[in-house]
């Protein structure tokens, strides 16, 4: 694994900060973001994967119940997923809560 | 082709040359303020004279967009530009430098609006001074011709991965027909050859490239850049001596014309040095002690070649192409006095702005600005800078 981003001297660096380590952006964890979270409510979602469609950080996966949840490691809280619901399935709850 | 001598129109050389160079893609916007340059590409690639892509676009904004991707995979790649052209393309072009892309531009500098113009001055360029391209800059069609290649074989070298820019002064050299000899085919694959890039993009070695930068990163990829552009330097010269050798021309970052013993000089850059070099001689015959210094090589700034070529001097006067409005002279001149500040035997420095938007600075006004320049320094007169010819 790469060394994490603050510790990179710039030596360092490929020519034009290339990044040649494929997928690297896992290690970046955005959910520190968020102030809100996506709640689903198992029992009305429909299953439609609208919401794993519509994420702009690709974090939403299917569980192990087949509902859809979104990954909290990354999810920003942007509630794009609550708003395309299309039986408004997804709460976005305030994370002091 | 072969080794020929022929009266050419330089926009049409630089196209006979960038086609010699044997390129994969070329993105330009077709319409003004474009030159005859990549018209004439155009005409190459459809009459199947060369074997590239010519991708005649929208904008300039996707001129250089098209640049990066084709320099992104490895594609020997060029393009051409002017003025609002490069202002509209500068979004693009710094990044061309900050991601390392090799490329080569044939900027015809002009004058930047308003008012509207299309002649010649430094304004477009030194609005994109601090991109990180290297930036060359010629007097006349045979060094234009030759620094094409020459910009190639640095832009492509592992070690240096940078755009290079080949500043020519639009009109008094794009649109002048003049006699320059040709090289040989054979020679330029001598010269140039086939060009691998290491990271480029493919399916079998997947890389990101234009990532994210977030503060804990960005500060790091920016001294990496800064030293990227020094260290270009040495690679630089052994393009142009490995030219020398084969061609017998041999360009230098900072060159001089009897200078050695001058008391002061005149200091140009761009197609000026010539009539700078005609005028400094009539002015030897009357005994003045002057001599020429020319700016080849901008972009990295050529700092200990310019210090030997001017320190001892009494006093420089430099002419510029372009003014930094509220700033303290042109922009050469403000480099200038920065390179020579307190430094033992630093000549003074005296400014003047001359030619903006293609006003002819004839040998006559070389003549005053290298008697009135001496004069003002001698009087102390060196602050800020005098546009030359002004009325009122």
Known sequence: ?97 | MGKVRKGVEVSIAIADAVAQADVDVIAAYPITPQTHIVEHLSEIVANGELDAEFVPVDSEHSAMSVCCGSAAVGARTFTSTSSQGLALMSEIFFIAAAMRLPMVMALANRSLSSPLSIWNDHSDVMMVRDAGWICIFVENGQETYDNIFCAFRMSENPEVMLPVAVNLDGFILTHMIEPVEYEDDELIRKYLPAFKMKNALHPDNPVSMGCFGMPEIYTETQMNREVGVRNSYPHILKAWEEWARLTGRQYRPIETYRADDAEYCIVTMGSYGETAMEVVDALRDEGEKVGVVKIRLWRPFPLDEFRSAVLGKRHLVVVDRAITFGGQGGPVATDLRSALYKKDGAPTIVNYVAGLAGRDVSRKDFRNIILEGKKKAEAGDTEGFTLYGLRG
Request: net charge negative; hydrophobic share 35%; charged share 25%.
């Open chain 1, 1 to 97: 694994m790469a060394k994490p981003m603050d510790q990179i001297t710039w030596q360092e660096l490929e020519i034009g900060a290339v990044v040649v380590e494929v997928g690297n952006s896992t290690q970046y964890e955005t959910g520190s973001w968020r102030s809100e979270r996506p709640v689903v409510e198992k029992e009305k979602c429909i299953k439609c994967m609208f919401c794993w469609l519509y994420c702009p950080e690709g974090c939403i996966h299917e569980a192990e119940e087949g509902h859809f949840e979104a990954d909290l490691t990354y999810c920003k809280g942007c509630g794009i997923c609550a708003a395309e619901c299309p039986v408004k399935c997804i709460t976005m709850i305030g994370e002091e809560k």
